[in-house]
């Protein structure tokens, strides 16, 4: 199984940047995807994460309004597209996938993933 995830980059506070994950060597639809994120010096926490149908989707508080997850099951991805950048966004942003079809209303925890990614940086400039 593999997770690729890409779109980090530097950008300054208020620009967009969209994170991508192509998923392969598994059964995408029985997965929950989600993204998580850590910064330096702080635990890996929680983001963004979506049912296995896109049905069901759950952010953390302070990206809420400004970030949109996404998947596309017939192309093994999932999208990141963020918005409003703040310099605190700043981290290694990491795709996950948990084998569940349950409906997603609580964040994905980070002990219950099967799969990771290999993370992509984003910089935020003040």
């Known amino acids: 199984v593999q997770l690729q995830a890409s779109g980090g980059g530097l950008v300054r506070a208020g620009d967009s940047l969209r994170l991508s994950c192509a998923a392969s060597?598994?059964?995408?639809?029985?997965?929950?995807m989600g993204w998580f994120r850590q910064a330096p010096g702080k635990e890996r926490e929680f983001v963004a994460a979506?049912?296995?149908?896109?049905?069901?989707?759950y952010y953390v508080d302070s990206v809420k309004g400004r970030f949109t997850i996404s998947r596309d099951n017939a192309k093994n991805t999932v999208d990141l597209p963020m918005n409003r950048l703040k310099p605190e966004d700043t981290a290694v942003y990491y795709c996950a996938a948990e084998q569940t079809r349950r409906w997603i209303d609580a964040p994905l925890r980070h002990s219950g993933m099967d799969y990771w990614g290999q993370g992509t940086q984003v910089t935020v400039s003040s």
């Open positions: 979506i049912s296995w149908r896109g049905g069901a989707r």
């Open positions: 060597e598994l059964t995408f639809s029985d997965y929950a």
